[in-house]
Nanobody, 124 residues
Framework: QVQLVESGGGLVQTGGSLRLSCAASGRTFSSYAMGWFRQAPGKERAFVAAISWSGGRTGYADSVKGRFTISRDNAKNTVYLQMNTLKPEDTAVYYC?????????????????WGQGTQVTVSS
């Protein structure tokens, strides 16, 4: 069982930056691939970024490539999402998720555990 708690969301102006954190419980965090997803009002949940259990492989949605960076610190049981050059269309609730696989990419069905989400609002 893995419990995930996101933090770091907030209100930022267009062009600004935020870093989201996702703290995981349990001693086997390093055995889980991790992902970030987001859901904007009136839209379906969408993939943002993913990272393998070791951190050696990452993947990004085209809409965030070059602006967002996913990373993890297995010693701290934490995964991060550094978001730069934020745009109003990045406004959403951001969720982290854990998958008992080496790497799960954008397939949300492969993620077994989800956090409660953190709101990111980008003002124009």
């Amino acid at each position: 069982q893995v419990q995930l708690v996101e933090s770091g969301g907030g209100l930022v102006q267009t062009g600004g930056s935020l870093r989201l954190s996702c703290a995981a419980s349990g001693r086997t965090f390093s055995s889980y691939a991790m992902g970030w997803f987001r859901q904007a009002p009136g839209k379906e949940r969408a993939f943002v970024a993913a990272i393998s259990w070791s951190g050696g492989r990452t993947g990004y949605a085209d809409s965030v490539k070059g602006r967002f960076t996913i990373s993890r610190d297995n010693a701290k049981n934490t995964v991060y999402l550094q978001m730069n050059t934020l745009k109003p269309e990045d406004t959403a609730v951001y969720y982290c998720a854990a998958s008992p696989r080496v790497y799960s990419g954008s397939d949300s069905d492969k993620y077994a555990y989800w956090g409660q989400g953190t709101q990111v609002t980008v003002s124009s």
